[in-house]
Nanobody
Framework: VQLQASGGGLVQPGESLRLSCAASGRVFSINGMGWYRQAPGKERELVAVSTGSIRRYADSVEGRFTISRDSKSSLSLQMNSLKPEDTAVYYC?????????WGQGTQVTVSS
């Protein structure tokens, strides 16, 4: 499975961004997909995951971010009311059986 993330950029606090992730390869084997992020000097952390009909969010983004599994091979993350603390590299993730796959990351910077 290969993952390609896109949609990052520089926005001001309070603005919105939409990240997209396109999966290719053995997409039929994917059980769940999600978004993680890593800020400078910090560990990678879960942002939101989608498995079947279940959606799970980090407390810090609950109510502001929405994850959507648009198709077997497409995942998106709508990010509203962005804050400076949301600044990070965002990674798309997919789980297929016992294998975990990562995309290359897309930078999100929230700054005035």
């Amino acid at each position: 499975v290969q993952l390609q993330a896109s949609g990052g950029g520089l926005v001001q606090p309070g603005e919105s961004l939409r990240l997209s992730c396109a999966a290719s390869g053995r997409v039929f084997s994917i059980n769940g997909m999600g978004w993680y992020r890593q800020a400078p000097g910090k560990e990678r952390e879960l942002v939101a995951v989608s498995t079947g009909s279940i959606r799970r969010y980090a407390d810090s983004v609950e109510g502001r971010f929405t994850i959507s599994r648009d198709s077997k091979s497409s995942l998106s993350l709508q990010m509203n009311s962005l804050k400076p603390e949301d600044t990070a590299v965002y990674y798309c993730n997919a789980v297929a059986g016992t294998e975990t796959y990562w995309g290359q990351g897309t930078q999100v910077t929230v700054s005035s």
